[in-house]
């Protein structure tokens, strides 16, 4: 039950929360090897990850990186670019990290556009009065393609990857200091797919007197990597189509000064953030965004009785973007202004909430949104160990700018745009129960939510190949040579567009436990998630003969890219100073894809027969406590080396195995 501050911007145990929110330790992030934050959230119930679009609970599909629904924090503040409101997980400073908390629902009235589909906050851990350095090491090996998938790397090694990471935080008198560096250099389990990254933060904190702290956080990432669009064909599947990998540069720079004020009754915040963002294309176009952020923020306890039930959270925002570009956006600037309200009341048993939020959008000086929306929560303790929860609120999230003024390549394939698009808006509902129990010295909580989210106007991206009317005479040879990978290629775009209506309803139930009997521990999470994603207004245009998958239900009812049935489990087992774990992750087979896949993708079709049932991947780890507080951990993943695959023409990495060393002193 531990203390969590993201689901009302004050802090509670997470058993009060009036809405779903999960909480990963800093254990969770390390035990199997999660060297980026996505990668443990893909681990955590109700959460899934396709090449960096984050959807919680289904509320994303995919969109080759362009938006997200889900609003990603640092410390409380936003992470999203200003160019195309993506997530770079590489400049999340996960060594800094104390714990994530996850927001399963939208958080729109506190969080603004982009928590239409829920909020993941990072917070980052403070200097302590003893100095303390942690030591984070690694390297490992993936092994050859399983069986049906040819060997790109017959006759040679296959590909590595290796990394470290080293932190210390301590105080000098009334400063305090977090410093850190982390490098990671991985080869790609696929051909041409390499990344090379390096990434510093520096974060000063000083206490003024008289409850006033000021501070500033400073971090920046060189990341070198490359854009993989499709594989060759379903048995080439660990080699990219000829032309369709691009190299990309990223370089991200973040700037936080900020200062507090912590009184009796009343508490100030003022916190800025300066981010940019850049990204050089090939050396053949750049997008440039910067992000200006300000919050200020109080929280207030009135006087006498009435303090001791009653408290108001209240802010101001302002966010400003510039984005610079030669073809890729163009030049852009957008303005967003908001104004946020809580209020939260506790009494005995019972606490509510109810809050408020109105937020201007303005593009190139044009208004493209105004939008006021509500919340409210309760959260009813029947017993001591027992809590009842329901909420419901609304959401919204305005189109980035790369969703409406986009021209570019994303590998090999044109990410279009449409500057018309609408702001997506949404009504959520949930109800929930969690309750806490203890067998001897065994402690648990069962927590079970059902949940349903209207949309309007949600924007979904297409895949399409749009064939010219005439053909010119590369094309002729192409298609004599039955070459339809090369004519996708050349012919593929990705486009967006609003959806009039959808609907996603489903149940989540998650269970934990853990206990301690002399040498012996025990610590397990299960959680399963089945959600319904539902195009209330789906294309009447005849379907295409696709894959057979069709054949039993018109699939153009479900939403794209989401999963029916999520299952995650994790078990660890101690003795004395060894530990043995157990993750677990499965996902049905999404059902909706873009049928232009079916038709210019090699191998498509029959790879997605083969794996009808879904995708079953376990990973183990072994660990052992060395000398005082060093610890030597085998990690293996997708141990059973299955093929799986996240995306169409987009194989998932195959069983790889990592020696990790960590140490605290």
């Known amino acids: 039950n531990p203390v969590i501050v993201t689901a009302g911007r004050n802090e509670q145990m997470l058993s009060r929360a009036q809405i779903s ?65 993506e997530i770079l997980w590489n400049f ?73 990471s080293v932190s210390h935080r301590r105080s000098f008198g009334k400063t305090g200091l977090v410093a850190s560096l ?19 933060t520096l974060h000063v904190r000083q206490k003024l007197g008289g409850g006033w702290t000021a501070g500033l956080h400073v971090s920046h990432l060189t990341d070198s990597t490359r854009l993989y669009t499709f594989w060759e064909n379903d048995t080439s599947a660990f080699m990219p189509y000829p032309g369709s990998t691009n190299p990309q540069l990223n370089h991200r720079t973040m700037a936080d000064p900020y200062v507090e004020y912590q009184g ?12 940019r963002s850049y990204t050089n ?30 408290r108001f959270t209240g802010g101001l925002v302002q966010q400003t973007g510039q984005i610079r570009s030669d073809r890729l956006y163009g030049n852009q600037q957008t303005v967003n202004r908001s104004i946020y309200s809580q209020a939260d009341w506790q009494q005995g048993r019972l606490e509510a909430g109810l809050g408020a939020r109105a937020e201007w959008f303005l593009v190139n000086g044009t208004q493209k949104l105004f939008q006021p929306v509500l919340r409210g929560g309760l959260n009813f303790a029947y017993s001591a160990s027992g809590n009842l929860r329901a909420s419901a609120g609304q959401g919204f999230r305005s189109p980035s700018v ?37 067998i001897g010295k065994l402690l648990g909580y069962f ?44 012919y593929a775009r990705f486009q967006p567009a609003n959806i009039v209506e959808a609907r996603i309803s489903g149940l989540e139930a998650v269970v934990g436990a853990t206990g301690r009997w002399g040498h012996w521990g025990f610590r397990w999470q299960a959680g399963y998630t089945y959600t319904l994603p539902m195009n209330l207004k789906p294309s009447t245009i005849p379907r295409a003969d696709t894959s057979g998958l069709s054949e039993l239900v018109d699939l153009r009812k479900y939403l794209k890219y989401r999963y029916l049935h999520l299952l995650r489990t994790d078990l660890a087992v101690e003795w004395k100073s060894w530990t043995l774990g157990v993750n677990t992750r499965y996902n049905s087979v999404i059902l909706n894809i873009d049928e232009d896949f079916y038709r210019f993708m090699p191998g498509l079709i029959d790879y997605r027969i083969r794996s009808i049932k879904g995708d079953l991947l376990t990973d183990l780890r072994l660990g052992r406590m060395l000398y005082r507080n060093w610890r030597l951990s085998l990690v293996v993943r997708n141990v059973g080396n299955r093929s799986w695959m996240p995306l169409p023409g987009n194989i998932g990495e195959q069983r790889n195995a990592i020696l990790q060393l960590t140490g605290r002193f």
């Open 21 to 85: 929110t999960g909480v990963l330790q800093i254990r969770d992030l390390t035990a199997n090897n999660s060297v980026t934050p996505d990668d443990a959230l893909n681990r955590s119930p109700g959460v899934h990850v396709i090449r960096g679009q984050i959807s919680i609970r289904g509320s994303s599909g995919y969109t080759l990186g362009v938006g997200s629904r889900v609003m990603v924090l640092l410390d409380g503040l936003p992470l999203l670019t200003a160019e195309s409101g």
């Open 92 to 164: 999340l400073p996960i060594e800094n990290t104390s714990q994530m908390e996850v927001i399963k629902g939208p958080g729109s009235a506190l969080y603004g556009s982009g928590a239409l589909g829920g909020v993941i906050n990072l917070r980052s851990v403070l200097p302590r009065v003893s100095p303390v350095t942690e030591i984070t090491a690694f390297g490992g090996r993936f092994d050859r393609p399983p069986g049906y998938h040819s060997d790109p790397w017959a006759g040679g090694p296959t590909p590595g990857k290796a990394g470290i």
């Open 182 to 200: 982390n490098a990671v250099s991985d080869d790609g389990y696929r051909v041409g797919d390499p990344s090379r990254r390096i990434r510093g």
């Open 264 to 275: 009796e009754r009343l508490s100030f915040s003022l916190k800025n953030r300066f981010y």
């Open 281 to 310: 294309y090939n050396n053949e176009d750049f997008g440039l965004g910067l992000m200006y952020y300000t919050e200020a923020q109080a929280r207030y306890r009135p006087a006498g009785s009435l303090g001791r039930h009653l």
């Open 402 to 438: 790369a969703e409406m003024y986009s021209n570019t390549f994303v590998g090999s394939v044109r990410l279009a745009s449409d500057p018309q698009l609408n702001a997506e808006l949404s009504r959520s509902i949930e109800l929930g129960i969690h309750q806490r129990f203890n």
């Open 447 to 490: 927590d079970l939510a059902w949940f349903q989210t209207r949309y309007d106007s949600m924007i979904e991206y297409s895949f399409g190949v749009y064939i010219p009317p005439v053909w010119d005479s590369q094309d002729s040879i192409w298609l004599s040579e039955g070459n339809l990978g090369a004519i996708a290629q050349k």
